[in-house]
Every structure is written in structure tokens, then in C-alpha cells.
């Protein structure tokens, strides 16, 4: 089963706008911790936002924001006035929890995103 | 820049060679992880290392090993390539072993093509 899931193939946004990117999860484990990573077209992995599954508050981070629903295990990326340098893959990622077993530390991805920013 | 290092930055080889990747984690890092990303099968978790142990396993083939040493920098060796194996090989790096909210840092990979 699908872990991650992002619907999203591409998104157009203009500059200065505000865009939402959204990802749905599915996991048993009640401890885990959902991560955005953008991919320029220069190929690196770029950190950005994290929201853990205890966290009471959205996560934050400059023009970043993570709307997370735990009821309905969705953890959206809010990425408000939206820049040229934006313009990049977005992937969504969960880290489990649960010690033991062989999946310590994996995190799993999404399909991506790619996010346009139009001028 | 995220603090962790790869290198090389590219790798073009031939089908049946050998290779090696290395990385270097950042400073402070205990856990390193492999992960592969291709066009079919997106990004893929293969190993963590954490302080010289081998501590989770993903789709990772018999074709490839991956070591960590004393100074936690961390080789992955692929063998007998075949052209599917061309990727972006990633590693990254946290603090940790298994904490959900340990954050992971990407190094900026190496592409590895195989003619």
C-alpha cells in the first residue's frame, strides 16, 4: 500500500501568490514524523519543513507552513508569496516511529510535485 | 549547504564494473542512510548505517554493500552494474538511530550513469 501519496503531478502558481501542495499518509504507528524536501533542477535534496505526529501546533518556517490533519492524515505544504527560485520538485516523506525491525530510520517518499512559478 | 558531502559528483562507467560512492556525514551525525532515485522507481531507501553498524535494510540489491568506518564517513560499492542501475544516489545523515522526529540532511548525490 501506498505510504505516501501525493496527487499533484505539477502546479502552476504565480509569483507573489500563495500555493498548497498536498500529501496524505498512511501509517498504524502513532509516532512518526512527516518532512517536505524540495529538489531543485540542480538535483539536491533541500530540507524544509517538519511536523511531527505529537506536534499540537502547525509547523512553521518562514514562508513554509504545514497544515497537518491528523484525523485525516494529510500534510499539506503551504508555501505563501510564491518566488521564481520556488520553482522545483516538492516531495513529502514519513519517518516511522517504531523502534525494532528492519525500518529504523527509512524515510519514505512521495511521487513529488513539481511546482512552476510563473512571473 | 547541508554539512553532508558526496563524492564524485558524477560517475559514468561501463555495465559490469564496479563502483564506489562516498559520503561523509555531518558533523555530530551518527545515523548515515543510501537512498536511490530513479525515474521508475522514484526515491528508495536502501541502508542506515548508525555508528558503524548496519541497522536497517530496504531494497537494497546483493549487488551492492555499503560500509561505515571509525569516522563515520560511509562507502556504498555497486557491482556487476547493469544499465538499470543508472540513478541519483543520495546519502543523508541525522543524529540519531530511530526517532521519528530526527531530521534527515541530504547530500547534493552523485549521478551515476552506465553505458
Known amino acids: 500500500a501506498q505510504k505516501i501519496t501525493q496527487t499533484q503531478p505539477g502546479m502552476f502558481v504565480q509569483e507573489k501568490e500563495a500555493v498548497t501542495l498536498d500529501c496524505t499518509y498512511d501509517t498504524s504507528d502513532p509516532s512518526y514524523g512527516l518532512f517536505w524536501y524540495k529538489q531543485p533542477s540542480s538535483g539536491e535534496m533541500i530540507f524544509l519543513i517538519y511536523?511531527?505526529?505529537?506536534?499540537?501546533q502547525n509547523a512553521t518556517e518562514g514562508r513554509y507552513s504545514l497544515n497537518f490533519q491528523k484525523a485525516r492524515k494529510s500534510a499539506n505544504l503551504v508555501i505563501s508569496a510564491s518566488q521564481l527560485g520556488d520553482s522545483a520538485m516538492y516531495f513529502c516523506a514519513m519517518r516511522e516511529g517504531s523502534a525494532g525491525g528492519t525500518s529504523y530510520g527509512k524515510l519514505t517518499f512521495g511521487q513529488g510535485t513539481i511546482l512552476t512559478v510563473h512571473p | 549547504d547541508s554539512g553532508v558531502t558526496q563524492t564524485p559528483k558524477h560517475l559514468i562507467t561501463a555495465t559490469g564494473q564496479r563502483v564506489t560512492l562516498r559520503c561523509s556525514p555531518r558533523s555530530g551525525d551518527l545515523s548515515v542512510y543510501w537512498y536511490q532515485q530513479s525515474l521508475d522507481q522514484g526515491l528508495q531507501f536502501l541502508i542506515q548505517y548508525y555508528n558503524g553498524e548496519e541497522r536497517a535494510k530496504g531494497n537494497i540489491l546483493e549487488r551492492f554493500s555499503a560500509q561505515q568506518f571509525p569516522d563515520l564517513h560511509s562507502e556504498l560499492n555497486l557491482s556487476s552494474l547493469e544499465l538499470g542501475d543508472s540513478a541519483l544516489y543520495f546519502c543523508?545523515?541525522?543524529?540519531?538511530?530511530?526517532?521519528?522526529?530526527?531530521?534527515?540532511?541530504f547530500g547534493p548525490g552523485t549521478r551515476l550513469t552506465v553505458l
Open positions: 543523508a545523515s541525522s543524529k540519531r538511530l530511530a526517532i521519528s522526529t530526527d531530521t534527515q540532511y
Open positions: 511536523q511531527g505526529s505529537y506536534d499540537q
